[in-house]
Each structure stands twice: as C-alpha cells, then as structure tokens.
C-alpha cells in the first residue's frame, strides 16, 4: 500500500484557481482525486492512469479541472479553474485501482489525509 500525501488546498473566489498535488511513495498504477463536501458522499473528481490513456473526469468538472501526472516523481496534479461554491470539499488523492468504476471510491486501496478547498461567492 503506497502512503499519500497531499497538498496545495485553500480557499479563493469563485472564478479563481488552484493547483493540488498528490505525491505517492511509490508507483501506482491509476491515481486519482475525490472530494467529499459536508454531509455529502465522496465523489470522484478525476483519474488518471499510468500509461498513455486518457484521464477520466467527473461530468461537473470536466473542462474546468485538469489532471496531470509526472511518474518519475510518483506525482499527480490537480489544476482547478473557473471554481464554483459548489467545489468547496476536502479532496483527497486516492491510488491503487482494485477494479470496478474507475470514479467510485470502493475501487481504490490507498488514500491520502485530503487537503481542504473553500471557494466563496
């Protein structure tokens, strides 16, 4: 199981824009970010794998958000724009497909501690 770590959370208007980044202690095979707002379930946001396909992108982010990943440094990013209310989470990186939707959270075994995200109107 590779240890996660976080980073790059805060808060900004809306319409502003911030950047995460996950680092894994070592490889995995897809990574991903999910977030979880206050009295809601965690959702996925965006997965990407390790080759060259394509990422994956829930549907209310898809064209705002953008994920990235440098595999020497065992690296993900998140790069977040146009931000609504609507994001304000904690987002978590998440590693360690087991199988099933890529987007569900039952599908990954490692987890970071999640860094929070606040956009205000």
């Known amino acids: 199981q590779v240890q996660l770590r976080e980073s790059g959370g805060g808060s900004v208007q809306a319409g502003g824009s911030l950047r995460l980044s996950c680092v894994a202690s070592?490889?995995?095979?897809?990574m991903g970010w999910f977030r979880q707002a206050p009295g809601k379930e965690r959702e996925g946001v965006a997965i990407?794998?390790?080759?060259?396909?394509?990422?994956f992108y829930a549907d209310s982010v898809r064209g705002r958000f953008s994920i990235s990943r440098d595999n020497a440094k065992n690296t993900i990013y998140l790069q977040m724009n146009r931000l609504k209310p609507e994001d304000t989470a904690t987002y978590y990186c998440?590693?360690?497909?087991?199988?099933?939707?890529?987007?569900?959270?039952?599908?990954?075994?490692?987890w970071g501690q999640g860094t929070q995200v606040s956009v205000s109107s």
């Open positions: 998440a590693a360690e497909h087991l199988g099933g939707h890529l987007l569900l959270p039952s599908a990954y075994k490692s």
């Open positions: 070592g490889y995995a095979n897809f």
């Open positions: 990407i794998p390790t080759g060259a396909d394509s990422p």
